[in-house]
């Protein structure tokens, strides 16, 4: 865990640097051997620098301010978006830090994630109750969808988070307790849940993630835990839990799938086994901001 203020894994990070605190984390990203933190009271970013092992706020001023960060995501150039919705857009920058423009505005009422697919970037306005997709080389929005009515089942309600995998796109509709699958060019296709409180059921599903086996995981904030299913939308099992061990989740946001940066944990895994891949869950409150998962194979004899 990396806890809001000290914890072994943030000392393992940090070495013997003055205390730095994560205060109230909603999205994240990883990329380039960072963690990307959005901290909805900071009005900022908490960046992890794994590889230099070092932790900083991420609080830019001028045309790049930000006021509510909700989630962000990184492209393969190193570029980080950042859905803020107090200020009604995406906010970009280079990978240096530098302010490069901003997506929205009129056309966004409150932007809540965003991802970048390909040459496009995809956005997630739980207000306009619409995923609006823009261009990437011009920031020009090019379509929205769904273009289902209410009352049916493509339509989307609240949509909170997406993710975008094998070319399909997946919106946590915190307004239907359903996880909405489409096609990219918005024909609806399956959901994943219902309301309730059995297994697979959602009561406030909000953050997503797909593994490279198709699997998909899913926060609830009100079971305080991570449902995973298989790519048929059967449960395969859960985990977390409002417990106040170790691996507990309170009151968490956001997941995050991660293949890239297994060297930074391996350390903490029995050498009987070699970790498969990374999760990362953030924490609205509690005393670990930030939980990181792993699973694992057994190594070769």
Not at 21 to 34: D, N, T
Not at 41 to 53: P, T
Not at 128 to 137: D, E, S, T
């Amino acid at each position: 865990e990396i806890a809001g203020k000290r914890s072994a894994f943030s000392t393992y990070v940090l070495g013997e640097a003055p205390e730095q605190e994560i205060v109230k984390p909603y999205g994240l990203a990883v990329a380039g051997g960072k963690i990307y933190i959005c901290d909805t009271m900071l009005g900022g970013l908490e960046i992890v620098d794994l590889a230099k092992n070092r932790f900083g706020y991420f609080t830019p001023g001028g045309l790049g301010q930000l006021k509510k960060p909700i989630n962000c995501c990184v492209d393969e150039a190193g570029f980080l978006y950042v859905a803020d919705s107090e200020r009604r857009q995406v906010v970009v920058f280079d990978p240096e830090g530098r302010y490069q423009g901003s997506i929205g505005g009129e056309e966004l009422a409150r932007p809540t994630d965003v991802a970048v697919h390909r040459d496009q970037i995809w956005i997630a306005d739980i207000k306009k109750q619409q995923v609006l997709v823009y261009g990437k080389a011009d920031y020009r929005l090019l379509r929205t969808l769904p273009e289902a009515a209410p009352q049916t089942p493509g339509h989307l309600y609240l949509p909170t988070n997406l993710a975008i995998i094998n070319d399909q796109l997946y919106v946590s509709d915190f307004g239907d307790f359903k996880i909405k699958i489409y096609s990219l060019s918005g024909q609806f296709l399956s959901s994943v849940g219902s309301y309730g409180r059995q297994l697979g059921q959602f009561v406030r599903p909000k953050g997503i993630a797909v593994d490279r086996e198709g699997n998909l995981y899913v926060v609830d904030a009100g079971f305080e835990n991570i449902q995973m299913f298989d790519a048929e939308n059967r449960l395969l099992m859960f985990f977390g839990g409002n417990s106040q061990g170790p691996g507990g989740m309170w009151l968490p946001a956001k997941v995050v799938i991660d293949y890239d940066h297994l060297q930074y944990f391996q350390k903490y895994v029995d050498k009987r086994f070699n970790l498969k891949h990374l999760i990362f869950v953030t924490n609205q409150y509690g005393p670990d901001k930030i939980n990181v998962y792993g699973f694992v194979e057994a190594r070769d004899k």
